[in-house]
Nanobody, 119 residues
Framework: QVQIMESGGGLGQPGGSLRLSCTAS????????MGWYRQNPGLQRELVAA???????NYADSVKGRFTISRDNAKNTVYLQMNSLKPEDTASYYC?????????????WGQGMQVTVSS
């Protein structure tokens, strides 16, 4: 009933930019927050950026000033504009939709996209 589609991953150059997109479709409502997480093998998945239904944003210290998260509520889409890329940004990136309604709470996840930053 719910499909999560990610796009925009791939190879980026140090100092360059990538723009990740993630769209939720189907029977999904009451998206309270959207976010991007990243993970490397053997490590925990970590928050990169999140945006709430009220528009508040939160960023990992490592990406502040370089990454920008935004959302298009009408399209159930969350974006991550990644500028000034660094090799340490290399990871699998996962989008997240946090859904909350009366008596219900659930996380929907994208399948992950590889982002590799290398010259």
């Amino acid at each position: 009933q719910v499909q999560i589609m990610e796009s925009g991953g791939g190879l980026g150059q140090p100092g360059g930019s990538l723009r990740l997109s993630c769209t939720a479709s189907g029977n999904i409502f009451n998206i309270n927050a959207m976010g991007w997480y990243r993970q490397n093998p053997g490590l925990q998945r970590e928050l990169v950026a999140a945006i709430t239904s009220g528009g508040s944003t939160n960023y990992a210290d490592s990406v502040k000033g370089r990454f920008t998260i935004s959302r298009d509520n009408a399209k159930n889409t969350v974006y991550l504009q990644m500028n000034s890329l660094k090799p340490e940004d290399t990871a699998s990136y996962y989008c997240n939709f946090f859904v909350r309604s009366a008596g219900h709470e659930y996380d929907y996840w994208g399948q992950g996209m590889q982002v590799t930053v290398s010259s």
